[in-house]
């Protein structure tokens, strides 16, 4: 809303205020450019994600946490319970 944009712009343009058609463009700018993000390959995110993840697994099963049996993950040394 207006409200919004003028309360979180007030530092930068202190009380000589912003026109609803500023506002207004500026709310579209926004609005495109969170669509643009959105839309955006993700396919570096998993595959950074999913190289995180093996070198973690790696690193415990490197210091003897975690014991690796093909496809199966287990506590190298399980807590009795």
Known sequence: ????????LRPLWGESGLSRST???????LKDA???????????DIQSAQSLAEAAV??????GDLAVRG??????????G
């Open 1 to 8: 809303s207006t409200r919004d944009f003028r309360r979180a």
């Open 71 to 80: 496809a199966y993950i287990r506590l190298a040394n399980p807590v009795p």
């Open 34 to 44: 969170f669509h643009a993000w959105s839309e955006r390959d993700r396919s570096l």
């Open 58 to 63: 790696n690193g415990l099963v490197q210091r």
């Open 23 to 29: 506002i207004s463009r500026a709310n579209g700018a």
